[in-house]
T-cell receptor, first 114, second 113 residues
């Protein structure tokens, strides 16, 4: 069935370091892809999304490109800040079918130290 | 309110008891979802409503779990004969409709002792 696999954490980086969190998926058709973020003590928030192949989603300095050939949607940021410390979830929603069931990965915890 | 509202935010109950968790979606959102998130895991789909009807309840783990949305707005997740394994954060989310972004509430933390 459909699934999302993302790199295990925790990931610890120094402030201003480059971030990559890998995400791959299995799905039929042409799914939409998402990154959600969960800051400490807060609910899940949509960070960015891409709805078709080669689309690039971006927000708050984060980017991810929908790569259908490698079934990947890796999250990147050129210079992380302490305030980026959170848990990041990769997710997808089927491109076919009559509803919007979103499947999440297990999450990657990012800790940014000053 | 501006976002998805869930109550209670925390609930501790004894094994075997009945629990209800409430979700008030964003006004005007026709789609509503329940997810469950265990410690260290991603959210796991439980059930999806489009309007008043459950369009997909394939994620409900067993018949102790049931959810309703009688007027197409507020939803209640009901858990009978709770077990310790039911301890998790129960997340509600809503969306304006098909193909749109879904917005999550902060969750209801359920602890079964």
């Amino acid at each position: 069935g459909d699934s999302v696999t993302q790199m295990e954490g925790p990931v610890t980086l120094s402030e201003e370091a480059f971030l990559t969190i890998n995400c791959t998926y299995t799905a039929t058709g042409y799914p939409s892809l998402f990154w959600y973020v969960q800051y400490p003590g807060e609910g899940l928030q949509l960070l960015l999304k891409a709805t078709k192949a080669d689309d690039k989603g971006s927000n708050k300095g984060f980017e991810a490109t929908y790569r259908k050939e490698t079934t990947s949607f890796h999250l990147e940021k050129g210079s992380v800040q302490v305030s980026d410390s959170a848990v990041y979830f990769c997710a997808h929603r089927p491109g076919t079918g009559g509803y919007q069931k979103v499947t999440f990965g297990t999450g990657t915890k990012l800790q940014v130290i000053p | 309110g501006a976002g998805v509202s869930q109550t209670p935010s925390n609930k501790v109950t004894e094994k075997g008891k009945y629990v209800e968790l409430r979700c008030d979606p964003i006004s005007g959102h026709t789609a509503l979802y329940w997810y469950r998130q265990s410690l260290g895991q991603g959210p796991e789909f439980l059930i999806y409503f489009q309007g008043t009807g459950a369009a997909d309840d394939s994620g409900l783990p067993n018949d102790r779990f049931f959810a309703v949305r009688p007027e197409g707005s507020v939803s209640t997740l009901k858990i009978q004969r709770t077990e310790r394994g039911d301890s998790a954060v129960y997340l509600c989310a809503s969306s304006p409709g098909y193909g749109n972004t879904i917005y999550f509430g902060e969750g209801s933390w359920l602890t079964v002792v």
